[in-house]
Every structure is written in structure tokens, then in C-alpha cells.
């Protein structure tokens, strides 16, 4: 599809990994695939990499396209590919699909080659830890000793900060989004209201419903839901449906009549037809586990993050209530308190959560400047 | 001074009290001129706040930390300490809370650099007598638009540092360019202060 701008079309690549994974849970992996895509060139010294991290429900796929009549691009076309923020012209983009994910690496979904079957509810539960190990692996696979940047928005940022954690010399710059140092109450309860939809749907068969013929859908639907209404403002959602009627008038029934209702249902059912339940909730698990000062003894932040090095771009947006500005500004303290180079941006924005992955003037022209600074680097 | 970028006067001085390698903070940093100034001949380790988008996407551009917050919410996001120099320049005068901010720059400061414009210049007097607010290259705006909130004069100041236990450990009073000696509070436009914790 020749859009401006676009990557165009492109094609996923696996990588196998055969050397066993011990994960965070304990439990190994004996082999494991990632699925992932690149855009761009990588340089003769191998330094102008950038390492995309997706949240909840993202992949491998985050620009261009898969075939020339795709209607929809990559989930970050907006963010990536020739002449956008992140211009493939200077970097070498890389996006991969997490461990455990259902868009093509091993995850619950995949056949286990021992029983010939869906791993199902066999499948270990994965951390933020473990991916940042799994997209560690894959970056000596394909020769990238140190990143350009790493990115991340929402549970992609946090993968971001647990890679300047744990790597700190494998990146030169993190770019936190919409991000937090660890999940609140409010926001783990969320994660566990769409879990028990799922969970208690007859149809989930205690994670093994593969065999049975069928999928959660229900219980997919209605986390999904729950997650679209956390990820959007009131503002947003006030202005976008409003109390609109679908037929202008009650119809006194139970039937679809507010045009929030239609929406959230629609993105429901679009979700529950290609979504792995069993994903699902090892995301959200992942997502809530998410607490890089866990193992430490001094348990905060600032003496976590005593051994990263990366320089650092962290953004918020306003109306953003699921992964507050607030929380941002805990991981910029922190930052502070180790003397790291820091910039942080507020940005005002209507969509809530949704924010990171919108296409706003000021969100896009500060991640464009930055990426330029960082093209200048690694050009240099 | 460099050789095309006109560095304002005021920025050497305050660049003159910033020691090599210095961990500075900018408060109401803007687009980020004095701390590129400061990092460039000072090898300053700096960081900018701001609230304004454009100043946040100016510095960024510049290659400098910035980070976006209300100044008048406080610095509760600095450690007590944790700067060399807190500076505030040209800023002051646009603050709503005065007396908190100060008292916040000497918290997270081991010292602070504050510059302004003096309001008690002769040619603000001049204007003031003739009947009018007093409008000057260093207060450009008109009364109706002006963000400065908060003008004071260099005795208001020394007045308001004596009050609160805060030594003076420099001042420089300047017009234009020419540092001034005598009748400062009358002769010159812009002063600038290091100040510390009594």
C-alpha cells in the first residue's frame, strides 16, 4: 500500500531459540520462538537500533503493512516509518511479539511439541523481567550489542525501564510512555475483574478450551470492555458518545441503545475474535507483577535505578487516570535522584490512556526532536 | 561570548558564579538559552523546569533535560540538597507564590542565583511619574498583558532575604552591559543575586 510515509508492506520474521529459558516463576523453557519485524537498515557498526516494547494487547506488527490491501496499518504507524518520529530512514526498528503472546511466538496458544497440543494453561506465567531476557537474546541473535533506544508506551514502557535496570549498557536512550513504576490497587483490581471474566467463563475450560472447540468469548468481551473504559477519559468518552441514542429514542430493553454500549461491544467482539484468552492473562499478570524494586532490599525506586545509565525521555498525558501523570513523576524522581539525564513532558491530551498511541502535535513533535538528538549520536 | 549568539549580560554573571561541573537547576528555564549557556562553559549538569509546551520541546531539541512542571506546585519532586545552584532568572517577577518558591530553591539548593528586573530602574521611575506603568526592554509589556505579577526593586528584595534569614553572598546590578556601582537601586535594570540558607 503506497500511503506517505508508510513503511509499506512488510514480513514477520521467527527466531528459534533452542538454549532452555529459566523464568522468573522458576518454571524453564526447554525452546521458544519470537515472532518479530524490522524496518529500516541497520548501520555498519550496528548502532542505530531501536527496540519497540508493546503493551496489553500490541505485537510484533507495529508499522507498515502485512499485504498491499491491508486496511490497517501497524498498532504505532503513526510513531514509526520513513520521516515520522521515529524515522526508519536514520533507525533500525525492531518490534516483537512478547513471550506468551498469541500473534506468532510461543505463547499458550502454540502447539507444545511434547504432547502435541496447546500448551493451554501449561504454560508458564511470564515477567517483565522475562521478556526483557527473551528481547535480549534476540538483539545478540541479530547483532545489536547496544540500542540506539528502547521505547515503550503502558506495559511498554515498563519493559523499557526493566531493561535500563537490568541492561543498563545494552541501551543509550529509554523512552518511558504512559508508563509506572509499579501497578496501584486500583489498577491490579481492574486487571483482576477482567480475569475472573474470563477465569469463570464456562467456556475457558480451566485454560484448556482449545481442545473443546470453543473460546471465552464472553469472558474476553468483558475484560476487554472494563479495559476500554480505563483506557479512555470521561472527557473523551463523554464527548466522543455522550448519552446518544442509537435509535433516538428508550427502547426499554437490553439491547444495545446507548452509543457507548455499541462501541465498548464492538471493541469487545473485535478483541474476543482475535485475542488468546490464556495471553490475556498472563499479560495482565505480568502487567500487575510488574515491580522492578520487588527483589531489592532498600525496596525504592531511586536505589533500584542506581544502576541504570540510559538517558531518558518520560512522558504522561493529563487525562490519563489508568497510568497517571502522578506515577510518570515517580519514575522522573527516582531518575533525578541518581543524577540521570532526564527530560519529562506532560502532554495535554483528551484520550486518556488511549493518548499514547494517538497522533498529537506536541506528544509527536518532542519524541521527533528527541529521536533527531539520537540520530545525531549514532550518525556521529 | 560566542561569536554569533548574543549571550545576555546577566547570563555571564550568573554563569560566573556557577563552579565547573556544577549540578544546576533552572527554574522557568524557557527555551533553554542560559542552561545550554551554563552546560556549554560551565560543563554544567543541568536541568530545566518549565511548564510550557514550547520550552519543553525547545530544550529538548537543544539536547538539555527539561522537565515540565508548575513551579508555583512546588518542587516536591527534588530532593532536599540536591543541586548546587538553584537559579531563577527572569522569572520571579511572574510567580505567584514568592516567599515558597525562594524557600523551595534553598531546600533542593545549596545555594540559589536569582535575577530580575528592577522595577525601581530611572527610567521605570521616569514612566511612573509621567503617569504611566512603566514599560522597558527588560519589562516589554503593557499592563493590560503583562504575565510579571510580582515586580520589586532591589531594596524590596535585600528587604525581603533580611526578613527571612537569607545571606546575600553576591549581587551584581547592571544596565545593559555596565555593571553599576553606585545608586543601583536608581541605575540599573536587572540584578542578580547568589543567596544561601543563613
Known sequence: MSKPNSIGVVTPQTARFESPLTLKSGATLPFYELVYETYGTLNADNSNAILVCHALSGNHHVAGYHAEHDKRPGWWDNMIGPGKPIDTEHFFVIGVNNLGGCHGSTGPSSINPQTGKPFGASFPVVTVEDWVETQARLADRLGIRQFAAIVGGSLGGMQVLQWSINHPDRLRHALVIAAAPRLTAQNIAFNDVARQAILTDPDFHGGDFYAHGVVPRRGLRIARMLGHITYLSDDAMGEKFGRILRSGAYNFGYEVEFEIESYLRYQGDKFADSFDANTYLLMTKALDYFDPTHHHQHGSLSETLRAARSRFLVISFSTDWRFSPARSREIVKALLDNNLDVSYAEITAAHGHDAFLMEDPQYHYLVRAYMERVAAEVAA | ?198
Open chain 2, 1 to 198: 561570548m560566542t561569536n554569533t549568539t548574543t549571550v545576555r549580560h546577566d547570563f555571564e554573571t550568573i554563569a560566573s558564579w556557577v563552579k565547573p561541573g556544577s549540578r544546576v537547576l533552572d527554574l522557568g528555564c524557557g527555551d533553554g538559552t542560559l542552561l545550554k549557556y551554563l552546560k556549554d562553559s560551565r560543563q554544567a549538569h543541568g536541568y530545566g523546569v518549565d511548564i510550557k509546551d514550547a520550552n519543553i520541546l525547545a530544550c529538548v531539541q537543544k539536547g538539555l533535560n527539561v522537565i515540565q512542571n508548575d513551579l508555583d506546585a512546588g518542587l516536591s519532586g527534588f530532593e532536599a540538597d540536591s543541586f548546587d545552584f538553584v537559579i531563577l532568572s527572569q522569572t520571579l517577577q511572574a510567580m505567584r507564590h514568592i516567599e515558597q518558591v525562594v524557600a523551595e530553591m534553598l531546600r533542593v539548593g545549596k545555594q540559589a542565583i536569582v535575577a530580575f528586573p528592577n522595577f525601581g530602574y530611572w527610567r521605570h521611575r521616569v514612566q511612573v511619574l509621567q503617569g504611566y506603568m512603566p514599560v522597558s526592554p527588560r519589562l516589554p509589556y503593557q499592563w493590560y498583558d503583562t504575565p510579571n505579577i510580582h515586580l520589586c526593586t532591589v531594596r524590596d528584595f535585600e528587604a525581603f532575604c533580611a526578613q527571612r534569614n537569607i545571606r546575600i553572598l553576591e549581587r551584581v546590578v547592571m544596565d545593559g552591559e555596565r555593571k553599576i556601582g553606585l545608586l543601583p537601586n536608581i541605575r540599573g535594570s536587572v540584578a542578580a543575586y547568589r543567596i544561601e540558607r543563613a
